[in-house]
């Protein structure tokens, strides 16, 4: 089976731009989930998607928003880049979130923004 | 917050085991723990995850403590490939909670 793929896999934007970053999961796997890395904030959850809604969400403002499809490949959108949105974002698939369900990464898109 | 403690870095000669701790006293029944692990920001890759009793796969084994509130990652036979940042997750037990990951532990496999 081919892993999660993630595109772009790199991306700079300038300060007040938005910008879209894709995820395609797993075949078969219905759950997504984003994460944001920064090296002063480590690996954070944004939200997570499963069947179309998003069913749970990290602590970031509203200007990061995302959807999922109904062949369950993801969207996650920033707008008004700021600085700090530099990072590496890290989409995961797994079947359907449960606990017994092991999450598998993506390569991550890296955003830079000037 | 991180429900896991870790060590912030180790080292391991290459050719020999490595064995990374992880405490998590205040675990609770269904939890279960995962590692993974991540090389230099690529994705974190998926290691091991168990409940209660020892576990191993091709890449590890995990061995947790019978009170559950700590286990070790035990790489048998470390390579220069296995320098990376190792995370120990708690997993909550509800629908929809994802990991919260903490700093992790960087292992530097040395020649």
């Known amino acids: 089976k081919a892993g999660v793929t993630q595109t772009p896999r790199y991306l700079i934007k300038t300060r007040g731009q938005q910008v879209t970053l894709s995820c395609s999961p797993i075949?078969?796997?219905?759950?997504v989930s984003w994460y944001q890395q920064t090296p002063g904030q480590g690996l954070q959850f944004l939200f997570e998607?499963?069947?179309?809604?998003?069913?749970n969400k990290g602590n970031f403002p509203g200007r990061f928003s995302g959807r999922q499809f109904s062949n369950s490949r993801s969207e996650m959108n920033v707008s008004t880049l700021e600085l700090g949105d530099s990072a590496l974002y890290l989409c995961?698939?797994?079947?359907?979130?449960?606990?017994?369900?092991?999450?598998?990464f993506g390569p991550g898109t890296r955003l830079l923004v000037l | 917050d991180a429900k896991t403690t870790q060590p912030p870095s180790m080292d391991c000669a290459e050719g020999r085991a490595a064995n990374l701790p992880c405490n998590h006293s205040t675990i609770s029944g269904n939890e279960y723990v995962y590692w993974y692990r991540q090389i230099h920001s690529q994705g974190p890759q998926y290691i091991i995850h168990?409940?209660?009793n020892n576990e191993t796969n091709e890449m590890a084994s995990l061995i947790i403590t019978e009170d559950r509130k700590s286990s070790t990652l035990i790489l048998p036979h470390a390579t220069l490939r296995d320098t990376a940042v190792y995370y120990c997750i708690v997993r909550p037990d509800n629908y929809g909670q994802n990991f919260v990951f903490g700093p992790g532990t960087r292992l530097s496999v040395l020649p």
């Open positions: 075949s078969g796997h219905r759950s």
């Open positions: 168990g409940l209660k």
């Open positions: 995961a698939s797994s079947l359907g979130g449960g606990t017994q369900e092991t999450q598998y």
């Open positions: 998607y499963f069947s179309e809604t998003q069913r």
